[in-house]
């Protein structure tokens, strides 16, 4: 089974901090994504990335950064977090090619910017 | 990106009621996937759909690609308790790498 695993279920930061979120993947897909989950609006993607190194900003990229140094680990920063970040981020992980491109999710980390 | 429509936003329904919900969009699709997400954590894939007109069971779930290439159905036959959640469309756009585009979701309530 594809396992999506992120370091954190629940986190509390204050308005300012750096925030580190995350996500490590055991199916060495090449694919990673950084979503954030609202009420209503479905999930919205932040950035993605289709190969170490390598990241392309999504759908709402702005007061947020990625890193992915090694294929199995895709990390989400939040340079200086701000109240309108409160939110559930989800992270996924899919394989190569550009069909079938089934997305796997982690748990999810919920975030609370206080 | 856009987001696909999907409706309805929310169902109550009674325990052994089937369940219907669907999702729009104006773009063309060559992958439909419906997920459920269970209250805390992430989405689950339920069913994958690839061509146009495909019809795909899993368990008492059938979902269909839709014959424009521009919608898809989910039913849930007999629903349970463990059915509540909330039930994701997502797509992905024939000219869109690997990406997919999500409804908004449908939170279902399985009431005894």
């Known amino acids: 089974d594809v396992k999506v695993t992120q370091s954190s279920r629940y986190l509390v930061k204050r308005t300012g901090e750096k925030v580190f979120l995350e996500c490590v993947q055991d199916?060495?897909?090449?694919?990673m994504f950084w979503y954030r989950q609202d009420p209503g609006l479905g999930l919205r993607l932040i950035y993605f990335s289709y190969d170490v190194k390598m990241k392309e900003k999504g759908d709402i990229p702005e007061g947020y950064s990625v890193s992915r140094e090694k294929k199995e680990r895709f990390s989400l920063i939040l340079e200086s977090a701000s109240t309108n970040q409160t939110s559930m981020y989800l992270c996924?992980?899919?394989?190569?090619?550009?069909?079938?491109?089934?997305?796997?999710f982690g748990a999810g980390t919920r975030l609370s910017v206080l | 990106g856009q987001q696909l429509n999907q409706s309805p936003q929310s169902m109550f329904i009674q325990e052994g009621e089937d369940v219907s919900m669907n999702c729009t969009s104006s773009s063309i699709f060559n992958t439909w996937l419906w997920y459920k997400q269970d209250p805390g954590e992430g989405p689950v894939l339920l069913i994958a759909?690839?061509?146009?007109?495909e019809l795909t069971s899993n368990g008492r779930l059938t979902a269909q690609f839709g014959i424009t290439r521009k919608d898809s159905f989910l039913n849930i036959s007999a629903s349970i308790p463990s059915d509540v959640g909330i039930y994701f469309c997502?797509?992905?756009?024939?000219?869109?790498?690997?990406?997919?585009?999500f409804g908004a979701g449908t939170q279902v309530v399985v009431t005894p």
């Open positions: 199916m060495d897909h090449e694919n």
């Open positions: 997502a797509g992905q756009r024939t000219d869109s790498w690997g990406k997919l585009q």
């Open positions: 759909l690839y061509k146009a007109g």
């Open positions: 996924a992980s899919s394989p190569p090619g550009v069909t079938k491109n089934i997305q796997y």
